[in-house]
């Protein structure tokens, strides 16, 4: 069953797949919109064609989700742990089987290339796969009280939680955030970004074929509108969205109103700390992922890469040199390293920061233009050459905001207090990391990092078994890790008295 947008993948290539199935789906179906105004253009960024509309879900709509939701939850949350585990293991297994497919078209959709799509749907089935092991772990405890009375915990589901997703990592986010809301015993209603609207939507089928309740994870469609129809709904217990920090603050405010749980994944400007002890090769290598993955757009990203000055030319040369040897081109071919960013305001808006960089002193180490491949399918494509910026100071608005785009700016620096006092000046706190051989002074900054999680001699190393998660402005809350299960659960203290009631009255 869930193979059906999928069956034309092996043989597709791009420019070449129109989506015309409904997007939306709940009541273990996928359901049309109830009428088509408002629909939005969605686009291929590998080409710029549309691959097809999205219409955002009204009120009603909204409603008919969350009712569906809460009707399934009621009979999934009645089930034990290791029979959701059942479940949620063979969902897994479809995911796994189908990874090739649901890459695919990941790429059509969302433009990052193939190679880095298949990753991305491995760490999907993987957090299935490591939540559904927790399942049958949820307990309480068992407390004694004076005079034989006692008293235990019961770790009980929230309810109908809502995740809100992000257009970078559209099947992997969906993924992330059901996984632990399922195990816990809750329901899902689950929003993509409109602009990568295609891929939750085989998330739920394959979840229905593997045998939950029909209803436990819907997909509605829609902007800002439906998300806030989502988010002021009473039915709805708990709000997870990764996003941007303004959207973040708005879905905040919105779930404050009737005091719902909600957890923030949202931007970073993350450091990146080089000694001049480093491993060059790895420490070079380590600054290219942490800038160049998803053509840039990733949130926890190492942005601001801080240079020792010793070390800071051998640096430059090396790190210039291998970007300009990236690959970029059509996402669907495997020589292809870096794809087409998300949209065409968003190639417009890190060109921009290029720009505004240059105006304000930056020197432009390479790249920062758009690109043109070869191939004529992609002239209207979303490209531009990975970027290296040099001469930057702290000040600059390439160091201070969020790019999301491939573009790494360098800055260099002298002393340890005098770099992670510059790292921490920032209103953002996702990640960080050190490259160095000196383990003391390896723990000492990853100790001083005020972020969420702090890479030593790596970077962007995110397994699902690690909490991921941010301080300041980046968010609060975490994702991935044993440590979600608290997040998508509550605690009941029951008190048994098993003698006579003491009274004052």
Not at 24 to 53: D, H, S, Y
Not at 456 to 471: A, D, K, R, T
């Amino acid at each position: 069953m869930a193979q059906s947008t999928l069956d034309s993948m092996p043989g597709a290539s791009t420019g070449t797949v129109v989506v015309t199935e409904p997007l939306n789906f709940w009541g273990g179906k996928r359901v049309k919109p109830r009428q088509e105004k408002n629909a939005e253009p969605v686009f291929e960024p590998a080409t710029g064609r549309v691959l097809c509309q999205m219409v955002p879900c009204g009120a009603e709509e909204v409603d008919e989700a969350i009712q569906s939701a809460y009707a399934a939850y009621q009979k999934w949350s009645k089930m034990a742990g290791m029979e959701r585990a059942r479940v949620m293991l063979e969902a897994a297994r479809i995911i796994r089987e189908r990874r090739e497919k649901i890459a695919k078209l990941e790429v059509i959709n969302n433009g990052k290339s193939i190679i880095e799509a298949l990753v991305d749907i491995d760490i999907a089935w993987q957090s299935i796969e490591y939540y559904a092991g927790l399942a049958g772990t949820l307990a309480g405890q068992h407390i004694q009280l004076p005079g034989g009375a006692f008293a235990y915990t019961r770790r009980e589901p929230l309810g109908v939680c809502v995740g809100i997703g992000a257009w970078n990592y559209p099947f992997q986010i969906a993924s992330l955030k059901s996984a632990p809301a399922l195990a816990c015993g809750n329901a899902m209603v689950y929003k993509p970004s409109p602009m990568t609207p295609v891929t939750a939507v085989i998330l739920a089928e394959i979840y229905k074929e593997a045998g939950v309740p029909d209803g436990l994870f819907c997909v509605v469609q829609g902007g800002a509108e439906t998300g806030s129809l989502l988010c002021h709904h009473p039915k709805v217990a708990k709000v997870s969205f990764t996003g941007s920090v303004p959207t973040g603050k708005k879905v905040m405010e919105m779930s404050a109103k009737s005091v719902k749980q909600v957890t923030l994944e949202l931007g970073g400007k993350s450091p990146l700390i080089i000694f001049k002890d480093c491993e060059l090769e790895n420490a070079v290598k380590g600054a290219l992922m942490a800038n160049f993955l998803t053509q840039g757009q990733v949130c926890c990203n190492g942005t601001r890469v801080f240079v020792q000055r010793e070390i800071m030319p051998q640096f430059l040369e090396e790190v210039v040199k291998r970007t300009k040897a990236i690959p970029v081109g059509d996402p669907l071919l495997e020589s292809t390293r870096m794809g087409a960013l998300i949209s065409k305001p968003q190639l417009e808006k890190v060109l921009g920061f290029v720009s505004q960089a240059k105006k304000e002193g930056a020197r432009v180490l390479c790249g920062g233009d758009p690109f043109v491949p070869s191939d004529p399918k992609l002239k209207g494509g979303y490209f531009m050459s990975p970027c290296v910026l040099d001469n930057c100071r702290d000040d600059m608005t390439c160091v201070k905001e969020e790019i999301f785009g491939p573009v790494m700016s360098v800055l260099p620096f002298d002393t340890e207090e005098e770099v992670i006092k510059r790292a921490n000046n920032t209103t953002f706190g996702l990640a960080s990391g050190v490259f160095t051989r000196d383990i003391s002074r390896a723990h000492r900054v990853a100790a001083s990092m005020e972020a969420g999680t702090c890479f030593i001699n790596n970077y962007n190393i995110n397994p699902i078994e690690l909490p991921f998660g941010g301080y300041k402005m980046s968010g609060f809350g975490r994702e991935n890790g044993q440590v979600t299960i608290e997040y998508y659960s509550q605690l009941k203290t029951v008190v048994v008295e098993m003698g006579d009631v003491e009274s004052l009255f």
